[in-house]
């Protein structure tokens, strides 16, 4: 399995799979040798037939490895990216990227040589769209993915979702049949008053498209993570159909703090990526699908939330064991599940809980997996080597962080 974490822009090389935590690795830097000035919100992607062989994206910068992240000696960085930078893989190793322009906020996507950080073809761009008071409406926080299954009758077909801000949030959908030379009209997948900021797209082993968000209406006083699946590579989006959309369980709301600006005692920094539930197919047996979200447990502003989908429908979330005190805060977790089946997951922590200079909590990544679909998990155990130490004025550290697993 591989971590990326965006503070520091470090790629954090964990062990081996095991049935004992695995000790934290060494961190290896990114971000200090490459041509961007933004590092957050790292990315990436693996090659199923070559596990060795993956692409990263982080910040504004498109990087490729062919010796499991040991080196990225492949490079290439775009001057428009504004961040918010997505990858993703087919099954004939051709890497898309997505990334966020800026002035005006638009969704641009670029199929990239893994090779040889070349550009294939030309940068598409969604055109941005006026409202009916004749306001820009803000593109925000695409995530790609490519169905790299070699069975599946919707094979190398590519997927975006992304969110249109209006008054307020909602998803489109859009897909590409020729490797992302054409895509798709855009079409609203969500309702203006589910308030859907931001959802997570990706492919089951059978081909089947999973996209999950966070239905945050106004004056609810709990939050419902909504899958949306498609068994048709994407033609009942395109045609206005979501009835296929099931509602896994509701889970504590997150405090409007906890959206924005941080307002936790020893946090000082923007948190609005606690919205965002992730979705796991499992590569392994196309009936397992996985989320993982986070959100208050209790006095806790942020613990890690898991569900299950194994055939016969949702089970209700599961608050992961966690073996730190309940003053411990974790958020952005991230997950991915690997060929064998085993799942993995992933967040910042701020145990042991040490303050530093500036009275802010120093962080780590920790993380867990299981090998039983989720029935059961290993001791969080810690990844990174170096603790990172935030500033007064570090009010950024992105919005997610990247894990992948082969």
Avoid at 221 to 227: A, G, H, L, P
Avoid at 242 to 250: D, L, P
Avoid at 387 to 397: A, D, N, V
Wanted: charged share 10%; glycine share 10%.
């Amino acid at each position: 399995m591989r971590f990326t974490g965006s503070f520091r822009f470090y790629f954090l090389l964990a062990a081996v799979l095991l049935l004992v935590p695995p000790a934290h690795a060494v961190d290896i830097p990114l971000g200090p040798s490459q041509p961007c000035t933004v590092g957050w919100e790292p990315n990436f992607s693996f090659d199923l037939s070559q596990p060795m062989s993956m692409v990263l994206a982080n910040g504004s910068v498109f990087l490729s490895s062919v010796d499991g992240g040991a080196t990225f000696p492949v490079t290439t960085y775009s001057p428009a990216a504004a961040g918010d930078g997505i990858v993703a893989i087919d099954s004939q190793n051709r890497a898309f990227w997505t990334y966020l322009l800026n002035n005006p906020w638009e969704t641009a996507v670029e199929q990239i040589n893994p090779a040889t950080g070349a550009v294939v073809g030309s940068q598409y761009i969604f055109p941005y769209q006026i409202d009916s008071g004749g306001v820009t409406v803000r593109d925000d926080k695409a995530w790609i993915a490519a169905d790299a299954n070699p069975g599946s009758s919707y094979k190398d077909s590519v997927y975006l979702v992304w969110s249109l801000n209006r008054t307020g949030s909602q998803l489109v959908f859009s897909r590409s049949r020729n490797q992302g030379v054409t895509w798709s009209t855009p079409v609203t997948i969500t309702p203006l008053s589910d308030q859907a900021w931001s959802g997570h797209i990706a492919v089951g082993a059978n081909g089947n498209i999973y996209i999950a968000y966070r239905d945050s209406k106004s004056g609810a006083v709990s939050d419902t993570i909504n899958v949306i699946t498609s068994t048709n590579g994407g033609d009942d989006l395109l045609a206005g159909n979501v009835s296929t959309a099931q509602a896994i369980s509701s889970i504590p709301l997150l405090p409007a703090q906890l959206t924005g600006s941080s307002g936790v005692t020893g946090i000082d920094f923007w948190l609005l990526g606690q919205r965002v539930p992730y979705v796991l197919p499992d590569p392994s047996n196309a009936q397992n699908v996985y989320v993982i979200a986070n959100s208050p447990n209790g006095s806790n502003p942020g613990d890690v939330y898991f569900a299950s989908n194994q055939g016969s429908g949702w089970s209700s979330t599961q608050i992961l064991s966690n073996p730190n005190p309940t003053t411990s805060f974790r958020f952005f977790p991230m997950g991915a599940v690997d060929s064998t089946g085993t799942i993995v997951v992933a967040w910042y922590d701020t145990y042991p809980g040490t303050l530093n200079t500036s009275n802010l909590y120093e962080l780590n990544v920790y993380g867990t997996l299981s090998h039983d679909g989720g029935r059961s998990w290993v001791r969080d155990f810690r990844i990174n080597q170096n603790t990172y130490s935030p500033t007064t004025i570090t009010t950024r550290i992105g919005e997610y962080m990247g894990l992948g697993a082969a």
